[in-house]
């Protein structure tokens, strides 16, 4: 009878550890499986990386190629005077018009606000939001080309 019982008992104990390992190998086959699938959708969405240019740059471009120019000051700046052919979609705003006034998440978007921290900001923002070809060109206060238009531009 004793060994009936210790017979029954290293049973249950053996099926326990059989159960554990096979759990444990189910897991790590899941683990392996999501973390692939991570890593496909990581690759497909490249993220694109923050890109800064001097002004020079940034006419370069406007003159030379499809490009969205982005203002991100308020409306009340833009009034004032903003560089031709800008679009305006103020910092604050970003998250509701982004999707809305800049469809194309692969079009060359140029952001610039009055000094270059909210188009700093926004580019980061518009990055995050899946955005391929962000370039930050600062603030207009460093703008030299003329093209500044508003109430109290051109």
């Given amino acids: ?19 554990a390992c096979s759990t444990t190998d189910q897991a790590d086959q899941i683990t392996a499986e999501e973390n692939a699938i991570v890593a496909v959708e990581e690759e497909e969405i490249e993220q694109a990386e923050y890109i800064k240019l001097t002004p020079e740059e940034a006419k370069e471009m406007i003159d ?18 903003h560089i031709e052919g800008a679009i305006l979609i103020p910092d604050y705003d970003l998250d509701k018009l982004a999707g809305e006034k800049l469809p194309d998440k692969d079009a060359t ?3 610039y606000c009055r000094s270059g ?5 926004a580019s980061h923002f ?7 070809n962000v370039y930050d060109f600062g603030g207009i206060l460093d703008w030299r080309y003329g093209e500044v238009q508003g109430e109290q531009g051109n």
């Fill in 117 to 121: 921290n909210r188009s700093k900001l």
């Fill in 64 to 81: 030379n190629e499809d490009v969205i120019i982005l203002d991100v000051r308020t409306e009340e700046e833009f009034r004032q005077g």
């Fill in 126 to 132: 518009l990055i995050g939001m899946g955005y391929q």
């Fill in 109 to 111: 978007i140029l952001i």
């Fill in 1 to 19: 009878m004793k060994k009936t019982m210790l017979t029954i008992l290293l049973g249950w104990l053996l099926l326990i550890l059989i159960t």
